[in-house]
């Protein structure tokens, strides 16, 4: 098993920036990849970014590319993301998601997530 926690979120004005950290324990999270996806209200969960378990490879999507930055710091059992220039549609629940296999773009290849933490940005 592998917990997370996701922190960093909260209210912020369209251009501003903020860092999301996903915290894990249990298993040894160096074997696991690990993608961000969010929610919006009365939409479905969307692929944000993913991180291989080495850091050697990230993915973005599209509307991110350019503002959003994935890293992490193993030794810290930890990833972030970091996300600049935020738009009022960058409003949503973001999420972690670790998985042993390929850090894909689908919800469904990943085994753990996390709760979740609200970022708003007003416009």
């Known amino acids: 098993q592998v917990q997370l926690v996701e922190s960093g979120g909260g209210l912020v004005q369209a251009g501003d920036s903020l860092r999301l950290s996903c915290a894990a324990s249990?298993?040894?999270?160096?074997?696991?990849?690990t993608g961000w996806f969010r929610q919006a209200p009365g939409k479905e969960r969307e692929f944000v970014a993913a991180?291989?378990?080495?850091?050697?490879?990230?993915t973005y999507a599209d509307f991110v590319k350019g503002r959003f930055t994935v890293s992490r710091d193993n030794a810290k059992n930890t990833v972030y993301l970091q996300m600049h220039n935020l738009k009022h549609e960058d409003t949503a629940v973001y999420y972690c998601?670790?998985?042993?296999?390929?850090?894909?773009?689908?919800?469904?290849?990943?085994?753990?997530w996390g709760q979740g933490t609200q970022v708003t940005v007003s416009s």
């Open positions: 998601a670790a998985t042993r296999g390929a850090t894909t773009g689908e919800a469904n290849d990943y085994d753990y």
């Open positions: 249990g298993r040894t999270f160096t074997w696991y990849g």
């Open positions: 991180i291989s378990w080495s850091g050697g490879s990230t």
